[in-house]
């Protein structure tokens, strides 16, 4: 189980801040960028556009009293989630996630506004003494899952400018956050799995920014 963050504003804040920052890139992406490649092993930007979109309808389940994960049974779909807690990722989600890998090939960009905008929404009505459900992480509330999840799009963010040739982000600020999490989980958060983070680096410098990258294996100087 994940160490969390307690309840607070700032865990609302900082998932706005950090989809926001992804979302603002996105809105820069021209029709040929979708093919470029990105520092995720095998995934363009259409792929990583789609990964982020999926993240954004988590929220919106959860929200919805929807759980992400659940034990083996006739809600849980084939694929475990990385906590190794024995829970599945829900039939329901599991769907939708398909939904928008669907819809990444026709309307990419169309896919990631609807997704974007869903969360908002979702976030703007949210019942904060709503119970805990299964996530990938555990057994969460919405809040403490945004507490836990803001480093993605963090993350994420640094990818999409790189492969769209955008400098500048994410903010020190918000890859500060990303960093101190990710350090502190590092070892309960199965963050090596083939389909999470490669190996840690060494930084190329002592930056917040740089220091997070390396971290989740990415390189400073990837082109």
Not at 24 to 46: A, E, G, H, S, Y
Not at 108 to 136: E, F, I, M
Not at 143 to 150: A, M, N, P, S
Not at 214 to 220: E, W
Request: charged letters at 20%; hydrophobic letters at 45%; a negative charge.
């Amino acid at each position: 189980m994940l160490a969390v963050l307690r309840r607070s504003r700032r865990n609302r804040e900082v998932w706005d801040r950090a989809a926001a920052g992804f979302n603002d890139l996105v809105n820069q992406l021209t029709d040929d960028d979708w093919v470029k490649p990105t520092p995720c092993k095998d995934w363009d930007i259409r792929r990583l556009v789609g990964h982020m979109a999926c993240t954004m309808r988590m929220p919106v389940a959860l929200a919805q009293g929807i759980p992400l994960g659940v034990p083996a049974g006739p809600d849980a779909s084939p694929v475990t989630t990385p906590q190794g807690d024995d829970l599945f990722f829900n039939t329901e989600f599991f769907a939708t996630v398909q939904q928008i890998v669907e819809a990444m090939g026709g309307d990419p960009k169309g896919t990631w506004v609807s997704a974007y905008a869903s969360q908002r929404l979702a976030l703007d009505n949210l019942d904060l003494d709503a119970p805990a459900l299964g996530t990938q992480f555990g057994i969460l509330t919405v809040d403490e899952w945004l507490g836990i999840c803001f480093w993605d799009p963090v993350v994420h963010t640094w990818d999409l400018g790189q492969a769209a040739g955008i400098s500048g982000v994410p903010a020190d600020d918000l890859c500060a956050a990303a960093l101190e999490l990710l350090t502190q989980v590092e070892t309960t958060a199965n963050m090596r799995l083939p389909f999470v983070f490669a190996e840690a680096l060494e930084p190329a410098s002592d930056t917040p920014k740089d220091q997070l990258i390396a971290l989740v294996g990415r390189s400073a100087t990837w082109r």
